[in-house]
T-cell receptor
Framework: NAGVTQTPKFQVLKTGQSMTLQCAQD?????MSWYRQDPGMGLRLIHY???????DQGEVPNGYNVSRSTTEDFPLRLLSAAPSQTSVYFC????????????FGPGTRLTVL | DQQVKQNSPSLSVQEGRISILNCDYT??????FLWYKKYPAEGPTFLIS?????DKNEDGRFTVFLNKSAKHLSLHIVPSQPGDSAVYFC????????????FGKGITLSVRP
C-alpha cells in the first residue's frame, strides 16, 4: 500500500493563479480531509469528506474548493491564489471519521508570490 | 478563539527521563482526544488517543491522562529517547460533528542524549 500520496511536493504560484493539489489513498478509507499548517498556528481543517460525493467545510474553507468523485481521490483547488495561502498542505484519510487514526500524506509546500 | 491550547511551545529533556506534554481545551463538548507526532518534512502520525469516559490510556512508553474537570490532558513519555524529538500536536473532537479534529499549535520536544 502506498498510503496517502500528495502531489506536487513543492509549488510556487503567482497571485491570482489557480491550481489543484492532488491527494489519493489506497486504503479504502471513507473519511478524507485537508489541513494547512502555518508557523505558530498548528493544523487547521480546510475541507473534509465522509464519503464519495459528500464534502463539507472545515475551519478555514475560504478560497478553496474540493470534490470527492471517488473514494480514492480528494483534490483541493485554489481558485485564485493569494499570498495568505502560502502554507504547507496536508491531506489525511481515516476509516470512518476524524476520531479514527488519520493517515497523513507527506505534504505540499505552497508559496504564493 | 483557540479551543485547544498547547501553551508551552517547546520542551527539552534528558534522555531516559520523563517528558510531560500538556494540553488544555475550552470546549466542553469535546469528548475525544488524540496526540499526533510530526517529524520535519513529514506528515503527522497518530500516537495515542483517549475517550472522555476514561482518565488514562497507556501504550508502551506513552500514557495520556485526561482531567475532565480541569479540561486538561497530558502526554507522558517514559523513558524519553532521542528519536522522540519531534513536534507533538494535541487534537480534540466532539461526537456528532463528523468528529472534525481541532488541533493545538504543537509542542517541540527535544530529547538530549
Amino acid at each position: 500500500n502506498a498510503g496517502v500520496t500528495q502531489t506536487p511536493k513543492f509549488q510556487v504560484l503567482k497571485t491570482g493563479q489557480s491550481m489543484t493539489l492532488q491527494c489519493a489513498q489506497d486504503m479504502n478509507h471513507e473519511y478524507m480531509s485537508w489541513y494547512r499548517q502555518d508557523p505558530g498556528m498548528g493544523l487547521r481543517l480546510i475541507h473534509y469528506s465522509v464519503g464519495a460525493g459528500i464534502t463539507d467545510q472545515g475551519e478555514v474553507p475560504n478560497g478553496y474548493n474540493v470534490s470527492r468523485s471517488t473514494t480514492e481521490d480528494f483534490p483541493l483547488r485554489l481558485l485564485s491564489a493569494a499570498p495568505s495561502q502560502t502554507s504547507v498542505y496536508f491531506c489525511a484519510s481515516s476509516l470512518t471519521d476524524g476520531n479514527d487514526e488519520q493517515f497523513f500524506g507527506p505534504g505540499t509546500r505552497l508559496t504564493v508570490l | 478563539d483557540q479551543q485547544v491550547k498547547q501553551n508551552s511551545p517547546s520542551l527539552s529533556v534528558q534522555e531516559g527521563r520523563i517528558s510531560i506534554l500538556n494540553c488544555d481545551y475550552t470546549n466542553s463538548m469535546f469528548d475525544y482526544f488524540l496526540w499526533y507526532k510530526k517529524y520535519p518534512a513529514e506528515g503527522p502520525t497518530f500516537l495515542i488517543s483517549i475517550s472522555s469516559i476514561k482518565d488514562k490510556n497507556e501504550d508502551g512508553r506513552f500514557t495520556v491522562f485526561l482531567n475532565k474537570s480541569a479540561k486538561h490532558l497530558s502526554l507522558h513519555i517514559v523513558p524519553s529517547q532521542p528519536g522522540d524529538s519531534a513536534v507533538y500536536f494535541c487534537a480534540a473532537s466532539a461526537t456528532g460533528a463528523n468528529s472534525k479534529l481541532t488541533f493545538g499549535k504543537g509542542i517541540t520536544l527535544s530529547v538530549r542524549p
